[in-house]
């Protein structure tokens, strides 16, 4: 940690994922191993490969927002998610409890990806705009002017989600938005951090939220063969580091955290969960669908995080894995591990939460630091689910099965994205 940056420390948390619809009941279900995978419900899946997701259940906006929510009915699914996890962050932080603070220093920066399509009313416009060979334009757009609903299709922008959260609680600092596929809410984490450091905010909430389960969201995927086909069995179907994987299990949901220089948040006597310590993203420049076959990106994103906190490999005690379940990720990351990390890879316990949560896209990597600073407060290491045979190439602790106990002053969180994309955080325990 270079001796000019302000310490960033975690205030308050909010989450909404496939095994919990707030920060404590998603804790507790990945502490107990609990399953967030079942048979697609949100359209009609039936003619698809793969008919399983990780889906939200009783998710309901009026829960978080009361009366409030009115105002926000009509908006898109990504909206709605990123305005819960606001609110829970925000209420647990105790941030506009404590006296007003300076709106023009509070800044909200999350990854996002893109709204749900209106596939419906498109499929139709397609459908009468056919002049039998193809898509008639002129046709096309005067149908469209008609049919489509600007409001719907605003939502569609990734960008849309951190513009709502900033007008719903007043955040009139920075803001920005963040797509680098699986990465994005770690590295909106990551340079929300940087911001802070460099005195541009004093607070930002910081996170993601996505979802992707609709039709062309699971073509896509289908398309590029990665996700898991084991319709039959959607409990045990993401199984990271498994020799018997076939594919990850496509999730929604979204997370925020507030971060605060910590000369903000002591003057207000916040309660902190955990520093910010280390941050890094770095690109693979390899190809768009692949990893690089080495970890080169993965490896230079885990020694810089490392470097930026000032904390060495020996002590490093958690590891939260992007653990995907693909084939080629969890080999590969496995092999990054071992190169930054040398021989204190084989020490510390490692485990991937997407076992559990299913794939949550740009929100996986904050989802997954809130889970690290919950490992670090509560001393527990979640376990990765559906781990019966460990492959050859995936050869190092992966806390199978059954949570472990275990202090951790320093956790660490991969998110990789789609593109080659590489962001790494670092966590210390605080005081620290």
């Known amino acids: 940690m270079r001796s000019n940056d302000r310490r960033v420390v975690v205030t308050g948390m909010g989450v909404a994922t496939p095994v919990g619809l707030d ?37 309901n906006l009026w829960d978080h927002l009361g009366k409030d929510a009115a105002r926000w009915e009509n908006h898109g699914r990504n909206t709605k998610i990123a305005l819960a996890v606001a609110a829970q962050a925000i209420k647990d932080s105790g941030l506009f409890e404590d006296g007003e603070i300076d709106r023009n220093r509070f800044g ?10 209106d596939f419906h009313r498109f499929a139709h416009l397609v459908h009468r705009s056919w002049d039998g060979t193809k898509v008639a ?43 680098t596929a699986c990465s994005a809410s770690a590295q ?11 005195g541009d905010a004093d607070v930002i909430l910081a996170g993601g939220v996505h979802s992707m389960i609709h039709p062309l969201g699971l073509t896509g995927f289908i398309l590029l063969t990665a996700m898991s086909t084991r319709n039959d069995e959607p409990h045990r179907a993401s199984r990271p580091f498994d020799r018997d994987r076939d594919g990850f299990v496509i999730g929604e949901g979204g997370g925020m955290i507030v971060l605060e220089s910590y000369e903000h948040a002591r003057k207000r006597k916040a309660n902190i969960y955990g520093e910010i310590a280390g941050q890094a993203s770095t690109a693979d420049a390899f190809r768009l669908t692949d990893c690089h076959d080495e970890g080169r990106g993965a490896i230079s ?16 005690d958690y590891v939260n894995a992007h653990g995907t379940s693909t084939k080629v990720n969890d080999s590969v990351e496995t092999l990054a591990i071992k190169r930054a990390l040398g021989d204190r890879a084989f020490g510390i316990p490692i485990s991937s939460t997407k ?14 630091t809130i889970a690290c600073l919950l490992a670090m407060r509560d001393g527990v290491v979640p376990p990765t689910v559906n781990l019966d045979h460990p ?36 966590m210390r325990r605080f005081p620290g």
């Open 23 to 59: 920060v404590e009941s998603t804790w507790e279900s990945l502490r107990e191993g609990r399953v967030g995978v079942g048979p697609v419900t949100l359209f009609d899946a039936r003619s698809f490969a793969t008919r399983i997701a990780a889906e939200l259940k009783g998710f």
């Open 108 to 117: 909200v920066y999350l990854g996002a990806g893109e709204g749900q399509t």
């Open 137 to 179: 334009t002129q046709r096309f757009t005067e149908l469209g002017t008609a049919l489509l609903d600007p409001l719907v299709e605003s939502e569609q922008e990734p960008g849309t989600p951190s513009a709502h959260v900033a007008t719903a609680f007043g955040a009139k600092g920075p803001n920005l938005s963040c797509q």
């Open 188 to 198: 909106a984490i990551g340079e929300a951090t940087e911001l802070i450091r460099n």
């Open 301 to 316: 994103s885990m020694r810089l995080a490392l470097a930026d906190a000032g904390i060495n490999a020996e002590d490093v």
């Open 355 to 368: 076992s559990m949560t299913g794939h949550l896209i740009a929100a996986g990597g904050v989802v997954e």
């Open 391 to 426: 492959d050859d190439d995936c050869d190092l602790d992966y806390v199978p099965h059954t949570a472990r106990s275990r202090t951790i002053d320093v956790a660490m969180s991969n998110s990789f994205g789609f593109g080659g994309q590489n962001t790494t955080l670092v």
